[in-house]
Each structure stands twice: as C-alpha cells, then as structure tokens.
C-alpha cells in the first residue's frame, strides 16, 4: 500500500470497470465507498474481498441521476470517513439506436446517467472535496469514433469531456485535479451484453494491439491519475483503448 488515510467514492462500482477500479485503488491504500444503482448482493461481495485483503470499504446504494440521494451518499461518506478525497465517475449506461430511431426514454435515461449524474457529483465535489482532491471521469473512445447508433450515447460523453476541461479550470487555488479516461471496448456486461460473437471479434480486432479491454486496463489509467505519479496531470482526457483511435 502506497496511499493512506485517503478515500475514494466510486459510482458504479458493483460491476465491470468500476469494480477493478475499486479493487485497484483499496491495494493502493484508499478506503473505497462502493457506489452502486441496484445490484447490492454484488456491492457487498466486492466490499467484502477488499476487506479480506485488508483494505477498507462502504457499499452505498444511489441512483447517481438523482441530485438528494447523491448528496445523501456524500453526506454518509464524509460521516463515516471525515471526507473524500478522490471521485471516480464511473456509473454509466449504453443504450445503442439511430439517432433517427432514438425515442425520448433512451435519452433522458442516458444523459440522465451519463451526463447529469457526474454533474450531481461534480458539483458537490467542487465544494466538498479534500484539498489535494482528484476528479477521474470516464468518458469513452466513441466520441473519437463517431460510429452509427452511438450518437446519443457519445454525445453524453462528450459533455463529460466538456465539463473535465472546465472544471479543472474552475477549481484553480484547491490544489484539484480533473480528468478523464476514455477507454475503448472493454469486457464486461456494457459491452458484450447483446452483441453476437462475430461483432465482438471484429470489434476486438480494431485496435492495434487486436484485443478488448480488461477492466483493470482500465483501472490501472486510474490508478495512475489517482496517486502521486498522477499529481501533474489536469484538464486532459486519457484515452486508453489498445489505440483503436
Ligand atoms: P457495466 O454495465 O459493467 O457496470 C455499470 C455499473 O454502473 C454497475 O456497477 C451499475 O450498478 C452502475 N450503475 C448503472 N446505473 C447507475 C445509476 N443510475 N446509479 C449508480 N450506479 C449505476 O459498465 P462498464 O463497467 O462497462 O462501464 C463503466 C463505465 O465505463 C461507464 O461509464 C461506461 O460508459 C464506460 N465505458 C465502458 C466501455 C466498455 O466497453 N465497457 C467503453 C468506454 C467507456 P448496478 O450493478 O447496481 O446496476
């Protein structure tokens, strides 16, 4: 463990990516608070291998779209832990139509998610985050990508892109920084939920280094802009996709 007496709060943190990025950041020595939508039998398991392997973790239940119940879980976390000192914006949704086909359900539940739920967040971590704080928001590699039927889904990350750049410039004096990773197509239920065999090979060999994504790729980018190696590093959108774009 290189870190101490720091926590992290990490939304969408029961499953796929989120998950290896509480893994990874309870080895590096954060207390994790376990940010979950529904599935807390998952939530609970994750908490308890981090405390198997002597780390520290709190689940916490909360629809990151909803602004009081966001801030009911940042309340509880400052509670328990006297504040928070790293955010990771991880919860997110991809519902894939045309923009031609998209009704309104599939965007309002999306920017609702991926867009106004790192807000919620964002806005209380502006006021409320330890000095010394770090923002990591997860946008993804679509938005270089431009592919049919991600446009809604890419648009919410591109206003995710938009407010990491601003807020860094916001926070000049807290000693804060923002950023984001955008990863590429990575293996976890977002992903390959859905898809038939034939597309997830073919979408695997677009990078150059012709595979998917693991969740700790991911995890690992986080880690990085999460510790001391990282401290240098504000404002800028890391995309770690194997070089696809
Ligand atoms: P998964 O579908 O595997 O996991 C999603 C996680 O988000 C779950 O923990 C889920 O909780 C949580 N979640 C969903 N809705 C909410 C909500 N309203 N409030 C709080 N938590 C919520 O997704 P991934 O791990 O693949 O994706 C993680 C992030 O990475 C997302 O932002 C995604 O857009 C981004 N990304 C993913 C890529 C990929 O190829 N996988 C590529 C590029 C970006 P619960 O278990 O309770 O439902």
Do not use: C
Not at 216 to 241: C, K, M, S, T, Y
Request: proline share 4%; net charge positive.
């Amino acid at each position: 463990m290189t870190v101490s007496n720091k926590t992290a709060l990490v939304t969408g943190a029961s499953r796929g990516i989120g998950a290896a990025i509480a893994k990874r950041l309870a080895q590096d020595g954060f207390t994790i608070i376990v940010n979950y939508a529904g599935n807390a039998a998952a939530a609970e398991d994750l908490a308890s291998v981090i405390e198997k392997a002597g780390g520290r973790a709190l689940t916490a239940q909360a629809d990151v779209s909803d602004p009081a119940a966001v801030a009911r879980m940042w309340d509880a976390a400052e509670a328990a832990f006297g504040g928070i000192d790293v955010l990771v914006n991880n919860a997110g949704i991809m519902r894939l139509a045309r923009i031609a086909d998209a009704d309104d359900a599939l965007f309002d539940s999306q920017i609702g998610i991926n867009l106004k739920g790192p807000r919620n967040t964002m806005r209380l971590a502006a006021k409320r985050l330890r000095e010394g704080g770090r923002i990591i928001n997860l946008s993804s590699s679509v938005v270089g990508l431009y592919q049919p039927t991600y446009g809604i889904y890419a648009a919410t990350k591109a206003g995710v892109e938009a407010m990491t750049h601003v807020l860094a410039r916001e926070l000049r004096g807290r000693n804060i920084t923002v950023n984001a990773i955008a990863p590429g197509p990575t293996a976890t239920a977002l992903f390959l939920d859905g898809k038939p065999a034939a597309v997830v090979e073919t979408l695997a060999k677009l990078a150059p280094l012709e595979r998917l994504g693991r969740p700790e790729d991911i995890a690992n980018a986080v880690a990085f802009l999460a510790g001391p190696d990282g401290a240098w590093i504000n404002g800028q959108i890391l995309r770690a996709n194997g070089g696809i774009v």
